[in-house]
Structures are given as structure tokens and as C-alpha cells.
């Protein structure tokens, strides 16, 4: 329920800003890499990921979304130590509105360090992510940041 509920109010909100401002060139980058990687085309995905990125300029929400993206897709292809990079680059971002997406790109990084056996780490990531408070899908990434620690500790 809460994460239909955080769904529907991020794209409402998405919508009401695509509304007052046409789509700026990452942006549409970023939605044509969205559509490369739904249907696995990796390579093609990475390339307009990257000229979206060089398009976004200084807008750190842009940064952040596109950064994500790409961190979803290298640890959908078991690029650990990618994941583990853009993530540093993540949370060197100020986003002001997608502010949600740096406990999550820390929960990614806590999984990429736990499929490569570095526990520890994957536990402080994890408890770095679980330190941050109202943003999108807060109730939903703490439920699975609490199954991920969960996991941790049976492995102990």
C-alpha cells in the first residue's frame, strides 16, 4: 500500500514538473536509456546514460536521477565495483528534490558489497541508508533495509 502510495505522489509530482517545463535534452536521453534497459540492451542504455549526464549541466536532481539509473543497471549486470563507484559519485550530489535517491543508491552499494562478501561494509552502508528521513518510498526501502540486515545476520 505505502509503496503504491509513494508511486502514484513521485509521479504525480514528476508530472507537475514535466508540466511547467518542456523535457531539456538528458531528460529525454534518459528516458530513451530507461527504454534501452527495459529491454536489456545494456550498451545502448550506458551510451545515452552518459550523454545525458554530459547534457544535465549543474542540476544535481538530473545528476542524481541519471547517476541512478546507472547504478541500477550496473548491479543488474554484476558490476559490483561500478555500483560501488557511482555511488560515491551519487552522494557527492545536493539533489533538493530527489533527495530519496541517496539512501537508496546507499542500499544498492550495501547489496554490491554483500554479494562480494564484504559484510561489514554492506553493514554500515545499510545503517547509513536507515539514518535518512522523509523522502520518497521511505517506508518501503526501510522494510528493505531491514530484510537486508536480517540477511547480514544470518550469515553471521
Known amino acids: 500500500e505505502d509503496k503504491k502510495r509513494a ?5 504525480y509530482r514528476r508530472g507537475q ?19 534501452s534497459l527495459d529491454r536489456k540492451e545494456f550498451e545502448i542504455a550506458q551510451n545515452f546514460l552518459t550523454a545525458a549526464l554530459e547534457k544535465a549541466g549543474g542540476d544535481p536532481d538530473l545528476q542524481a536521477r541519471i547517476l541512478y539509473s546507472m547504478q541500477l543497471m550496473q548491479f543488474e549486470q ?9 555511488e560515491s559519485r551519487i552522494s557527492a550530489l ?4 530527489e533527495f530519496w535517491i541517496l539512501p537508496h543508491a546507499l542500499v544498492k552499494q550495501g547489496q554490491a558489497f554483500a ?26 526501502l526501510k522494510n528493505r533495509i531491514e530484510d537486508e540486515l536480517e540477511k547480514l545476520d544470518n550469515k553471521e
Open 7 to 11: 508511486s502514484d505522489t513521485y509521479y
Open 17 to 35: 514538473d514535466l508540466i511547467r517545463k518542456p523535457l531539456e535534452d538528458a531528460e529525454i536521453l534518459l528516458l530513451k536509456a530507461g527504454n
Open 78 to 86: 554484476e558490476r559490483y565495483g561500478d555500483v560501488l563507484e557511482t
Open 94 to 97: 545536493r539533489p533538493r528534490v
Open 115 to 140: 554479494r562480494t562478501g564484504r559484510q561489514a561494509e554492506a553493514r554500515k552502508a545499510f545503517e547509513r541508508a536507515a539514518e535518512y528521513e522523509e523522502f520518497d518510498f521511505e517506508l518501503s
